[in-house]
T-cell receptor
Framework: QQQVKQSPQSLIVQKGGISIINCAYENTAFDYFPWYQQFPGKGPALLIAIRPDVSEKKEGRFTISFNKSAKQFSLHIMDSQPGDSATYFCAASSRGSGNTGKLIFGQGTTLQVKP | EAQVTQNPRYLITVTGKKLTVTCSQNMNHEYMSWYRQDPGLGLRQIYYSMNVEATDKGDVPEGYKVSRKEKRNFPLILESPSPNQTSLYFC????????????FGSGTRLTVV
């Protein structure tokens, strides 16, 4: 129930294309769904996050789509650029009263954007 | 600059030799956490702390200890390291409240031979 499953494990996209990474969760108590971006030699950095009361959140070229009934959420990177090449992690947590906000991470997706 | 600082960045040690990885944050955050990152497994929580003198086990606590004597510091202690603890370790912190994500350190790559 605590797992977050992420796919694909790796992804190669041409410059200008759309990158799509998917995640699925089981625990219906999760109420916070962030995506982290990690470059080699660096720690993960928060990219964008969504709460289950909305179905989509967009920040620049990055969009989270959220499907509460299917318990799935996805990251879309529009107009993908070589600088987007990184490892992406989805995560989920419960931030309600009494919860620690512990992040459960997906397995990660390595994205390569070819020039 | 708001940041989480880990030291050392790289460490090679031998089985059984006690070591400590330090973590410090300058954002006055209440929550701090240690994760290990292994290929194909993502990041798994080792220990977390809700505030000073308040710590609890995460998903993979075996072989690790932590302490939180001061709000800014959260060291990770390996009393008797073993080769299966070879991994990339991250410390992270966040404030209380519903908003905001974790800020991660740059990582410590540990090799136990």
């Amino acid at each position: 129930q605590q797992q977050v499953k992420q796919s694909p494990q790796s992804l190669i996209v041409q410059k200008g294309g759309i990158s799509i990474i998917n995640c699925a969760y089981e625990n219906t108590a999760f109420d916070y769904f962030p995506w982290y971006q990690q470059f080699p030699g660096k720690g993960p950095a928060l990219l964008i996050a969504i709460r289950p009361d909305v179905s989509e959140k967009k920040e620049g070229r990055f969009t989270i789509s959220f499907n509460k009934s299917a318990k799935q959420f996805s990251l879309h990177i529009m107009d993908s650029q070589p600088g987007d090449s990184a490892t992406y992690f989805c995560a989920a947590s419960s931030r309600g009263s009494g919860n620690t906000g512990k992040l459960i991470f997906g397995q990660g997706t390595t994205l390569q954007v070819k020039p | 600059e708001a940041q989480v600082t880990q030291n050392p960045r790289y460490l090679i040690t031998v089985t059984g030799k006690k070591l400590t990885v330090t973590c410090s944050q300058n954002m006055n955050h209440e929550y701090m956490s240690w994760y290990r990152q292994d290929p194909g497994l993502g990041l798994r929580q080792i220990y977390y702390s809700m505030n000073v003198e308040a710590t609890d086990k995460g998903d993979v606590p075996e072989g690790y200890k932590v302490s939180r004597k001061e709000k800014r510091n959260f060291p990770l202690i390996l009393e008797s390291p073993s080769p299966n603890q070879t991994s990339l370790y991250f410390c992270a912190s966040r404030g209380t409240g519903a908003g905001g994500g974790y800020t991660f350190g740059s990582g410590t790559r540990l090799t136990v031979v």
